[in-house]
């Protein structure tokens, strides 16, 4: 059998792999193992390929920011910045039809900020405003499907873990990517509460009413964010700036968010232990899938498939607008399955030298830009597209009176506010390119 054919055949076998319950990280690493094997015919040189690879996986700086956002995530959620942002959005939001839940796609917005992390913006916002989307009588439908699609601002809005991936892998500037993706994300919890506003219309019933709130309450609830907009500015601001590097500035960010929750007293002893333990496991998981993704991606340069696949597609002579399409629709495919952490790793060195081989009428690192933007919107939709986006299980099992097949229903506006997003920004690339083009 050929090194090609062994490339192709590689994937329907992580498929299976993956749906015997075997860890992404794991089924990568077995596959791209046993798969060098059959094309060396010896483990000599993949037992010296797993010795380099391990160290050059984990000894790259740039994968630092990582545990810093993720820390400065934990921090934040004990500085009670998630109840804040809740609390300022709903006091000038919740009066209107619908807004209790458009305030939760606010407070997401705000979090996602300061997370940088999906599932863990989902879960630390389900905490504070489920309860009070209970309490105004919202169906459980539109309150699980709105926190998980809220959730997903989390990846979107910089900083992003996903987005730091997706710059390592294609060799881009972590801070142009940041940027890009700025407006993107506003346009999401734009697009999140038009849906929220035409839903509640159509479903009057699924959505209660909360008093208008006093402007002096409205302005009190504002200054008690401003930890929120401190920490972000720092963060963002130092990075375009020129103060200090991406990951000297998820330290800053990490250093801020936890002296904010010290002072606010959301930190002793005891939670910032569990910040650290919390930090560490979910650091674990996420190198582990780099490196499994590493190890099979190089399988996979040796089987010659990215080559193949990328001179195929140029030969034929296809529009590059349809190919673009196509790889999108197979991106939202793969989120009912997969979660985007592994579909970044295991998709983006196949299909970023197919696309590059094209031409789109913009230049190499415009272009990379604009393709990973989509590609992470079209991740974010996977994470809340039934029946496994990891978004919906989140929050289903915060929510268990409510049937998983109503968050299916509920999330489904979402899913098409999303749609119509990613149309408009693959028709209109200046949107995303706009601020970075403006700042660079």
Same mark, same amino acid.
């Given at each position: 059998?050929? @090194?090609?054919? !062994? &490339? #192709? /055949?590689?994937? *329907?076998?992580? %498929?299976?792999? =993956? ?130 699609? @809220?959730?997903? !601002? &989390? #990846? /979107?809005?910089? *900083?992003?873990? %996903?987005?730091? =991936? ?133 399988? !996979?340069?040796?089987?010659?498939? *990215? ?134």
């Amino acid at each position: 059998m050929s @090194g090609l054919e !062994l &490339g #192709i /055949l590689s994937f *329907p076998v992580l %498929i299976f792999l =993956i749906f015997l319950r075997i860890p992404i990280g794991l089924a990568m690493l077995i596959c791209g193992m046993v798969g060098s094997y059959l094309i060396f015919g010896s483990w000599t040189p993949i037992l010296s390929r797993l010795k380099g690879e391990t160290y050059s996986t984990f000894s790259n700086y740039s994968l630092s920011i990582i545990p810093l956002f993720l820390l400065m995530g934990q921090f934040a959620t004990m500085g009670g910045m998630s109840q804040a942002l809740f609390k300022a959005a709903e006091t000038w939001l919740g009066h209107r039809k619908g807004g209790v839940a458009m305030a939760a796609v606010g407070a997401c917005a705000g979090f996602g900020a300061i997370c940088g992390s999906s599932l863990a913006t989902a879960a630390t916002m389900s905490q504070v405003a489920l309860p009070e989307l209970k309490r105004y009588g919202y169906s459980g439908s539109l309150a699980t499907g709105t926190l998980a699609a @809220g959730g997903t !601002l &989390g #990846i /979107l809005i910089p *900083p992003s873990v %996903i987005l730091v =991936i997706y710059a390592i892998l294609t060799e881009q500037n972590i801070a142009k990517l940041f940027v890009a993706a700025f407006i993107p994300g506003i346009l999401a919890a734009i697009g999140y509460m038009i849906a929220i506003a035409i839903y509640v219309r159509l479903f009057p019933e699924s959505a209660g009413s909360r008093e208008r709130a006093p402007y002096a309450e409205r302005f009190a609830a504002l200054v008690d964010v401003w930890p929120v907009l401190l920490v972000f500015l720092a963060v963002v601001g130092g990075i375009y700036l020129g103060w200090f590097t991406p990951t000297e500035g998820a330290a800053v960010g990490a250093a801020g968010t936890g002296l904010i929750a010290l002072i606010n007293g959301g930190l002793n002893r005891h939670t910032f232990i569990a910040c650290i333990l919390a930090t560490a496991s979910s650091t674990a998981m996420i190198f582990f899938i780099v490196f499994g993704a590493s190890m099979f991606n190089s399988f !996979l340069a040796l089987s010659q498939l *990215p080559q193949t696949a990328a001179a195929f597609v140029s030969e034929q002579g296809f529009n590059p607008w349809l190919v673009l399409t196509m790889i999108l629709v197979l991106y939202l495919l793969f989120g009912c399955v997969m979660d985007s952490l592994s579909m970044i790793l295991l998709t983006v060195p196949i299909f970023f030298p197919i696309v590059t081989a094209l031409d789109y009428g913009l230049s190499p690192e415009e272009f990379a830009i604009w393709f990973g933007i989509l590609v992470l919107i079209v991740v974010e939709v996977g994470l809340i597209t039934p029946p496994v986006g990891m978004n919906l299980f989140v929050i289903n099992s915060m929510a268990k009176e409510t049937p998983i097949h109503h968050t299916y229903r509920g999330v489904l506006p979402f899913v098409t506010s999303d749609i119509i997003r990613v149309a408009i920004l693959t028709a209109f690339p200046v949107i995303t390119l706009g601020l970075m083009r403006l700042l660079y």
